[in-house]
Nanobody, 126 residues
Framework: EVQLVESGGGLVQAGGSLKLSCAAS????????MGWFRQAPGKEREGVLC????????YYADSVKGRFTISRDNAKNTVYLQMNRLKPEDTAVYYC???????????????????WGQGTQVTVSS
């Protein structure tokens, strides 16, 4: 059974930092790209960042470039999202996701998930 379990969400003031973790199990971690999506109230879910499984290539939404970083530890089957200089508009439920490499479309800077975590709330106060 595939499981993606996020942790690390919470409430933070604008300008602050948070680090999310996602522990994966039930599939061959190295074979999958890993990503983070978010969904704010009343908005569609959007891809925030993703990282390939093999060569560590990363893809970022323009809204988080320079502030958010994604990394993975294949030995621990874990992916991380480091969020710095947080803004109130970053408030959302953040979802960890796993995807086969061909689900990343670099030309469109878009990626789609095969598996989803349950989500963790991040709230940034102004």
């Amino acid at each position: 059974e595939v499981q993606l379990v996020e942790s690390g969400g919470g409430l933070v003031q604008a300008g602050g930092s948070l680090k999310l973790s996602c522990a994966a199990s039930g599939f061959t971690f190295d074979d999958y790209a890993m990503g983070w999506f978010r969904q704010a109230p009343g908005k569609e879910r959007e891809g925030v960042l993703c990282i390939s499984g093999s060569d560590g290539l990363t893809y970022y939404a323009d809204s988080v470039k320079g502030r958010f970083t994604i990394s993975r530890d294949n030995a621990k089957n874990t992916v991380y999202l480091q969020m710095n200089r947080l803004k109130p508009e970053d408030t959302a439920v953040y979802y960890c996701a796993a995807m086969k490499p061909w689900r990343i479309i670099p030309a469109d800077n878009r990626w789609d998930a095969d598996y989803w975590g349950q989500g963790t709330q991040v709230t940034v106060s102004s």
